[in-house]
C-alpha cells in the first residue's frame, strides 16, 4: 500500500534518487534500500519534465544541479518491509512529497516501488521484471562492491529470470569496466538471444552498452535515439547524442539536441558549452556567443567560459573579440590550462596584422612557462606559422645539438618537414633519418610523416597520412584525395585542421575549388600545449594561402 503527499505542480528540472537507509538492524538487507530507488528510477525516467537519476547522497545532488531529491529509509514490521521517502525542494528546503509503501519481506521491491514512482510520476512504465528473487540478486549486486561478487549476483538475476534486460545491461558494464572482452562478448550474446522480451527502454539501454563495447559509433547513436525518445527529459542522453552529430559534422542536428538540453535544464554550463561549440562549427557566430555568454553568466569565475568564447571568435575568423576573451581569461587564472590562453591570444593578435605585438604576447607565454623542455622548439613552430621560415630553421638546428637524445629526434622532425615544405627534399631526407632514431612513440609518429615526406618507406600508424603528404608533396595531389577524404570523415571537428588543410590542398590542385573552399572557412588554431602542434605549426600558412587563393574572405 502507498500513502502520499505531492506537490500541486509537477516540478521541472533532474531529481536525485539517494539510496534508502537501511534501518532494520539487518545488513543482509541492504539490497532492499538500493533497489527500490533503483527501480524508481526506471519506472519514473519516462517524464517529459523532470529527469530521475542516482546520487550518492545530498552534497552530490546539490552538486550535479538537482532541483529536487528523493530520499528514505527502510523498516522492518514483522514479515515485512516499510518504506518512508520525502521529496525534498533543494532550492527553498520545503518537502514537496511523502511516500510510504510496503512490502513482505520476500516479495521483492516492485510492489512498492512501482507505487512510489506511480505518485512520482503517473506515467510512470513497468519495471523490467515482477520476479521477486530477480529483484532481490539484482539489488544485491547494486551494493556489491568488487566486479565478481557483482557479476555472480546479476548472473543469478539473470538466471530467475532470463528475460531481466537491466540484468544483461549492468552485467556488460561490468565487464566492460574490468575490460574483460571475453565476458563482455558473451554477456552481450546471451543478452542479444533475450532482447526481443526485453521492454522497449531496457532493450534499448542494453543495445547502447552493446555499441558502445563493440566500439560501434553507428550503432550507438541508433541506440541512443531510440533511448532519448524513451527518457525524454535525460540531458545527458542529449548531450552524448549532441557530441555524436558534432563528431559526424551533423551542426545543425547537434544545435538542435543541445537546445532541447536546454529547455529541460536551462542552466546547464556544460551543455551551453558545448552548443557555443555547435553554433560555430554550423556558421552562427551569434548562436555561439549568445550561449556562451550564458555559460559566463551562470559560472562568471570560470576561465573556461571566456576561453570558449575566445576559441569560437578565432574560428570565425574574429580575431580581435577571440583576443580581448582570450586575455581576459588570463587575467582571470594565469595558469589555466598551463598558460595557453596567452599563446592563443598571440596568434590572434598575429591574425590582426600585428606581428610585433604578438610577439610580445608570445614571449610573455615562454615567460609564463619556465623551465619549459620544449621552449626552443615552442619558439621555433611560432617562428615558422609567423612566416618566418629560415629563423624556425635556425632555431630548429639549435634544439637539434642538446643533451636530450629524443628532443634531438623531435628537433629533426621539425627540420625535415620544413626542408619538405620549402622544397628541399635532399636535406629533408637526411634530417628525417635522424627523425626516426626517436623511441617514444609520439615522436616516432612525427619522424614517420617526415620519412613519407621524403620520399622513404613509411614506418608506424599514421601510414596514410604520411603517404597522402607525399602524393602532395610530389605534386600528386589526385592520388591523394581519397585517402585524405577518408581521414577527414573520421576527425574530430575539434582537432581536424591539419586533415582539413591537407585535404582541401589536395581538392585545390585537383580542380575542386569549390570542394576545396568549404574546407577552409573555419579556421583553426595551430599551436597548443601538445607535442603535435609541428604538423599544424607546418600547414597553418599554406592554409591561410589556400584562403587567399580560393577567394574566402
Known amino acids: 500500500m502507498a500513502a502520499c503527499r505531492r506537490a500541486e505542480k509537477p516540478a521541472v528540472g533532474r531529481l536525485a534518487v539517494l539510496p534508502f537507509e537501511n534501518l532494520t538492524g539487518d545488513a543482509s538487507l541492504d539490497w532492499a534500500g538500493a533497489a527500490l530507488p533503483a527501480v524508481i528510477i526506471e519506472q519514473a525516467s519516462g517524464s517529459t519534465h523532470r529527469f530521475p537519476y542516482p546520487a550518492s547522497d545530498l552534497r552530490a545532488a546539490r552538486l550535479s544541479g538537482a532541483l529536487h531529491a528523493l530520499e528514505g529509509y527502510v523498516t522492518r514490521r514483522g514479515a515485512r518491509l516499510v518504506y518512508h521517502a520525502v521529496l525534498e525542494n533543494l532550492a527553498t528546503g520545503r518537502m514537496d512529497g511523502v511516500f510510504d509503501a510496503e512490502s513482505e519481506l520476500h516479495a521483492g521491491v516492485a510492489e512498492a516501488a512501482d507505487s512510489v514512482a506511480r505518485a512520482l510520476e503517473p506515467t510512470a512504465r513497468p519495471f523490467g521484471t515482477r520476479n521477486a528473487a530477480a529483484i532481490e540478486f539484482w539489488g544485491r549486486a547494486i551494493v556489491s562492491v568488487d566486479a565478481e561478487s557483482k557479476a555472480r549476483e546479476l548472473e543469478q538475476a539473470i538466471a530467475a529470470d532470463p528475460n531481466f534486460g537491466a540484468a544483461y545491461t549492468d552485467l556488460v558494464e561490468v565487464w566492460l569496466a574490468r575490460a574483460d572482452a571475453a565476458r563482455w562478448a558473451d554477456a552481450i550474446q546471451r543478452g542479444e538471444q533475450r532482447a526481443g522480451q526485453f521492454n522497449e527502454f531496457e532493450r534499448a539501454r542494453f543495445q547502447v552498452a552493446a555499441a558502445g563495447a563493440r566500439n560501434d559509433a553507428n550503432a550507438r547513436r541508433e541506440a541512443l535515439l531510440a533511448l532519448s525518445r524513451l527518457v525524454p527529459a ?12 558534432v563528431a559526424a559534422r551533423r551542426f545543425p542536428s547537434a544545435v538542435e539536441l543541445y537546445r532541447r538540453a536546454l529547455s529541460i535544464e536551462p542552466a546547464n554550463a556544460a551543455v551551453l558549452n558545448e552548443l557555443g561549440y555547435a553554433e560555430v562549427y554550423n556558421g552562427n557566430l551569434e548562436g555561439a556567443r ?44 594565469p595558469r589555466f590550462q598551463g598558460g595557453v590562453d596567452l599563446l592563443k591570444g598571440a596568434q590572434a593578435r598575429f591574425l590582426q596584422g600585428n606581428l610585433s605585438g604578438a610577439d610580445e604576447l608570445y614571449s610573455q607565454f615562454e615567460k609564463s612557462r619556465g623551465g619549459d623542455p620544449v621552449a626552443g622548439l615552442r619558439r621555433a613552430q611560432w617562428l615558422f606559422l609567423t612566416g618566418r621560415a629560415a629563423q624556425a630553421m635556425a632555431a630548429a638546428e639549435a634544439a637539434s645539438k642538446g643533451p636530450n637524445p629524443e628532443m634531438n629526434a623531435y628537433a629533426f622532425c621539425h627540420l625535415a618537414l620544413w626542408s619538405m615544405d620549402l622544397g628541399d627534399r635532399a636535406k629533408a631526407s637526411g634530417y628525417a633519418a635522424q627523425a626516426a632514431q626517436a623511441r617514444s612513440p609520439a615522436i616516432r609518429r612525427l619522424a614517420a610523416l617526415s620519412v613519407a615526406e621524403a620520399g622513404g618507406a613509411v614506418p608506424g600508424p599514421v601510414g596514410d597520412l604520411g603517404r597522402a603528404m607525399a602524393e602532395l608533396y610530389a605534386r600528386n595531389a589526385a592520388a591523394a584525395v581519397p585517402t585524405l577524404a577518408l581521414l577527414y570523415e573520421r576527425s574530430q571537428p575539434t582537432i581536424d585542421g591539419e586533415v582539413r588543410t591537407l585535404y582541401a590542398w589536395a581538392l585545390a590542385d585537383s580542380g575542386k575549388r569549390e570542394e576545396a573552399k568549404l574546407l577552409v572557412t573555419r579556421y583553426f588554431q595551430p599551436l597548443g600545449l601538445q607535442e603535435d602542434s609541428l604538423l599544424a605549426a607546418t600547414l597553418f600558412p599554406r592554409f591561410l594561402a589556400l584562403r587567399k587563393s580560393l577567394g574566402v574572405n
Do not use: C, W
Open 234 to 245: 535525460d540531458i545527458e542522453t542529449l548531450r552524448v547524442l549532441g557530441q555524436y552529430e
Open 290 to 333: 549568445q550561449a556562451l555568454e550564458r555559460y559566463r553568466a551562470i559560472q562568471p569565475d570560470d576561465p573556461n567560459a571566456l576561453d570558449s568564447l575566445g576559441e569560437a571568435h578565432f574560428t570565425a575568423g574574429r580575431f580581435a573579440e577571440a583576443e580581448k576573451y582570450f586575455l581576459e581569461g588570463q587575467r582571470m587564472a
